[in-house]
């Protein structure tokens, strides 16, 4: 009975019997004198809980992704129209996203490095400018869709003006070259303006020979010729003194908040040129000559060759 109970006695027809199986096995482990009892280890290997959840959720998101691409080659060739709009979303929705979690890092830096807003770099702070700005535009349209039926109206009017109401991320190629030419033609006409401002001021220069230069500026400027960097360099110690100075400027010297080059209708060698010399002048102006970097994008821009209009920032 006792050997009945450990051993199992497995039938082999026309051949010997087969040895017995042992319902446990002896097992050495190391660091122990004595053998440990237990049932015989599976050859095959288990992965852990955790590592089977990861394969999963990878398997799963594999899966969705052929998915999604084969429903996107759908909608192309069934409906190309519709493709279009639906991409410009899906696009649209993920560059949202990325900037949002731009502006989350933004703000986490000021909180822990207690920065405040004027000290950020130019490129965070207008980050932060039209994410608010867009977060706005965003919230509106989702209070006047609260009423019932009403979301019929807001989509007819996204449709009807959707400059005014969809953010940059939403925009077609095509609305985005109209609508930056259309932004552009505004920034365009604070530049009269800040030129004149800087006649009257060169005014009350004393030295002749900086006057001498300031002169020969307009009269290019008015011929139609772009200015090159030997025309700014030789006025540089202009800028960091009264009248010209940063603190000295008046509130309509500064009408112009965003400047530079209008690139949608200008050729790539004409951008590489424009920028090779801004990098150059740039780096060879002092912290205290801030004010000539800031006249220098609009003078830079006027009249510069290529562009569609003349007196593109």
Request: hydrophobic letters at 40%; a positive charge; charged letters at 20%.
């Amino acid at each position: 009975m006792a050997l009945s109970r450990l051993y199992k006695r497995p039938v082999s027809l026309g051949c010997a019997p087969a040895p017995p199986e042992p319902f446990f096995s002896l097992r050495l482990q190391p660091g122990r004198r004595s053998p440990a009892w237990g049932p015989p280890r599976p050859l095959r290997l288990h992965l852990s809980p955790r590592e089977d959840v990861k394969s999963l959720v990878s398997s799963f998101v594999a899966k969705t992704k052929v998915m999604n691409e084969k429903y996107n080659r759908f909608l192309e060739r069934r409906f190309p129209r519709f493709y279009v709009m639906y991409s410009v979303f899906v696009k649209g929705f993920q560059m949202l996203l990325a900037d949002a979690k731009k502006a989350r890092r933004i703000k986490t830096f000021m909180r822990q490095k207690k920065v405040m807003f004027h000290q950020l770099s130019y490129r965070d702070m207008e980050h932060l400018r039209q994410f608010r700005q867009d977060i706005v535009k965003c919230l509106f349209l989702g209070i006047i869709s609260i009423p019932p039926f009403a979301n019929y109206l807001v989509f007819l009017l996204m449709y009807l003006y959707p400059r005014q109401l969809l953010i940059h991320h939403f925009w077609t190629s095509k609305q985005q070259l109209e609508f930056l030419d259309i932004y552009h033609a505004r920034r365009k006409q604070s530049h009269p303006k800040i030129l004149s401002c800087l006649e009257k001021a060169t005014l009350l220069i004393p030295n002749p020979v900086h006057q001498w230069h300031f002169t020969q500026l307009y009269v290019k400027v008015q011929k139609g010729d772009p200015p090159v960097v030997n025309d700014l360099l030789p006025l540089r110690t202009c800028f960091s003194v009264y009248p010209l100075a940063m603190s000295h400027l008046s509130t309509a010297h500064l009408a112009c908040y965003l400047r530079g080059l209008d690139s949608t209708h200008l050729a790539e060698d004409w951008c590489r040129f424009w920028l090779a010399q801004w990098l150059y002048f740039s780096c060879s102006l002092k912290n205290t000559e801030m004010s000539l970097l800031l006249h220098a994008v609009v003078l830079f821009s006027t009249n510069y060759p290529g562009t569609r209009h003349l007196g593109s920032c």
